[in-house]
């Protein structure tokens, strides 16, 4: 890659619950944090422009490409992919395809994302599945949770791919050294896990590109002793939509004592306020930016649904680093079986 | 059952992380908690009497059982159970089966009382798998997760009985009406789920004595949508792990945050110190005592590894009600295929 390459950007902006103002805001956002950076607004051109003209932006590295349809939430993703060639995700996956972005992001139907950076993106040869890799927020540093929702009754060499291509990652774009990594299951014996754990297990142990550090648990995740945690995309997907959950009720249980509370309580409440606030940070999951799909030819970064404004600026200076690291082509060199 | 019947539980005194001590504590505090119950301690008889020694019990209802051996957490479920007959928490199953008691409790090796639970025990004539039903902290009601880690692979026939199982559960001894059920998967959509997810919901949409809800996410589950999440025992069990290490992790992240800050957060900490604590209190899952296995012929009933008194003390009086509302002649009655 040459050096100071201007980066671009495709942005699904019609995609998430708040698309198409916090997409466009967000881009923006990212535009002036790196002045090397690009970013091309996929959508309804009106609608686009209406934002972009709410906003003061730098009109050389923001551009808008029309794409009249859009792909709702609740589509059937295969159908919606191939049926809606108009729509800002589908055509934004083909700007990464072409080259003419080296990334997309979107906070737009998942599962639609997924399909279409698998057929329109395109895997890396020798690849069976791309997995969707999400970084969960631990005791000690950020653990990667793969697969969190891509793929589900994955094979066992599958899950190998997975945990060889979330060691590259952790390792070139997380810069942890020799990542550890576990085999997500419901206990450390030998004779624990179903079907496919046990399957998966002695492959992981063979493979000597990794630091396998054997059978996880779930709640070792929070803990943090590990880098990457190997698991189906069923029970992936799972885990981050009970972590969401057990968080959200935290902290709507905390708003309710601080409410219903007496004085003496709400008086402590105001007092904390702010570095509860900061702690609560660490739970929220878009502070760490979008998921990377690994597998994948090109670029293609998932953000959560119901992301504001500054999730989308960080997903999208995320990137920045994953074209930096050159990720692909890391996976591509290790695991690939492309023609050199 | 007879009006007035005294209930004898029979408590691994041996098992859980503060073994005898805690348990032996628990069992005191339950039977001066109800003057109708009757406790049977098994154990090594020195440690079990030395532990009573310092507490004071109705000698009429607390009895030592002597049983010289002890399943460790970490051996294997199966041969622990078959090679240790002398073991507190064989002894115990097998005053279970006999009928000397109406119940047992333990903390001790999962696998262990769960194999021991079907195989002493033993399951009713036609129930497939018995199912650990643990009820989650939700931000309504508590839900029922089944199955907690008692079996992986289930078949999509033992997920419509853990359905059925629950559903009688929820409403005959939590006296929820119409009980709602949901099937976890990761979304709503019919494409969605794992091959096991896809042939279960037609057999659950088709059963007519449930109150079918269709698909719940995790994240749903901490909403408290439905009254029963039905899932197989490896994602049950992750579901449960993840949801303890989140909440553990936002413990930890509190008390650091109000550990490091400054003097205003400082007093402000100690001033919400007493709400915080009633409020954090519906997060330990603990509080709603054990996990009863539900498809065997009587009750067995788990509860957390590293329980003490209290908690021991909750779910032997919780089991009063599990033998009050005889659940297991009604799942008997309603799935079993006994003769009359």
Do not use: W
């Amino acid at each position: 890659m040459e050096e100071n390459k201007q980066i671009t950007i495709a942005v699904d902006a019609m995609g998430g619950d708040f698309a198409p103002a916090e997409t466009v805001k967000g881009a923006v956002l990212a535009t002036e944090a790196d002045k090397g950076l690009c970013v091309k607004l996929y959508g309804i051109e009106d609608q686009v422009q209406a934002e972009l003209a709410k906003l003061s932006y730098d009109a050389d590295r923001v551009f808008v490409v029309h794409a009249p349809d859009v792909i709702e939430t609740c589509e059937s993703p295969v159908k919606a992919i191939k049926a809606k060639k108009e729509s800002s995700m589908v055509k934004a996956l083909y700007a990464v395809k072409s080259g003419e972005a080296d990334a997309i992001v979107s906070c737009g139907n998942t599962g639609a994302l997924l399909v279409g950076g698998q057929l329109i993106v395109g895997r890396i040869r020798g690849i069976e599945r791309a997995a969707l890799a999400f970084l969960v927020p631990s005791m000690k540093e950020p653990v990667m949770l793969i697969d969190a929702g891509a793929n589900v009754d994955c094979r066992p060499e599958m899950l190998l791919q997975f945990a060889q291509m979330g060691s590259i990652y952790m390792e070139d774009v997380v810069h942890r050294t020799s990542p550890k990594i576990g085999l997500l299951n419901i206990g450390e014996e030998e004779e624990k896990g179903n079907a496919q754990v046990k399957a998966t297990l002695p492959l992981l142990k063979e493979c000597e590109s990794i630091n396998f550090a054997g059978s996880v648990q779930s709640r070792e995740m929070t803990d943090g002793i590990v880098d990457v945690v190997v698991c189906d995309g069923f029970i992936g997907n799972t885990i981050l939509k009970t972590y969401e959950g057990v968080a959200a009720f935290m902290l709507q249980s905390l708003k309710t004592t601080f409410t219903n509370s007496g004085l003496k309580t709400k008086i402590g409440a105001g007092l904390i306020k702010s570095d509860l606030k900061n702690m609560l940070k660490q739970f929220s999951v878009e502070e760490y930016g979008g998921a990377p799909m690994l597998g994948l030819k090109n670029l293609v970064v998932k953000t959560h649904g119901n992301s504001y404004a500054p999730e989308i600026r960080n997903a999208i200076l995320q990137c920045r680093d994953f074209v930096a690291a050159d990720i692909a082509a890391k996976i591509s060199a290790a695991l690939g079986t492309e023609p050199k």
